[in-house]
Nanobody
């Protein structure tokens, strides 16, 4: 079973940038889907960005054109580059990965139902 460890969370001012990393204990090629989620206090967990082994990428509307998801296969690491950060981006960011990806499920459904999760990293954006 893969283990995921996130890093890169910090406190920044609005307009700033952060790069989150999610180090996997096994090769990314074994994982059919990976993604980033976030959860703010009192709010439901929401999907942020997803990537599959075919290179298909999807973003949640609130982060489109600001966040970029990518993989460093050589380092078994998933990244999330976050630019133009806003106070509403404040949350705990977690990465998730799945070994099995039913064709009839979306990436969010797959990772929510079958995903393996990291412990998360805190991102705080001040006005």
């Amino acid at each position: 079973v893969v283990e995921l460890v996130e890093s890169g969370g910090a406190s920044v001012q609005a307009g700033g940038s952060l790069r989150l990393s999610c180090a996997a204990s096994r090769p990314l090629a074994l994982l059919c889907s990976m993604g980033w989620f976030r959860q703010s206090p009192g709010m439901d967990r929401e999907g942020v960005a997803f990537i599959d082994t075919k290179g298909n990428i999807t973003y949640a509307d609130p982060v489109k054109d600001r966040f970029t998801i990518s993989q460093d296969v050589a380092k078994n690491t998933l990244h999330l580059q976050m630019n133009s950060l806003k106070p509403e981006d404040t949350a705990i960011y977690s990465c998730a990965a799945a070994y099995t990806c039913p064709a009839w499920w979306t990436a969010i459904e797959t990772l929510n139902q079958l995903g393996i999760w990291g412990q998360g990293t805190q991102v705080t954006v001040s006005p």
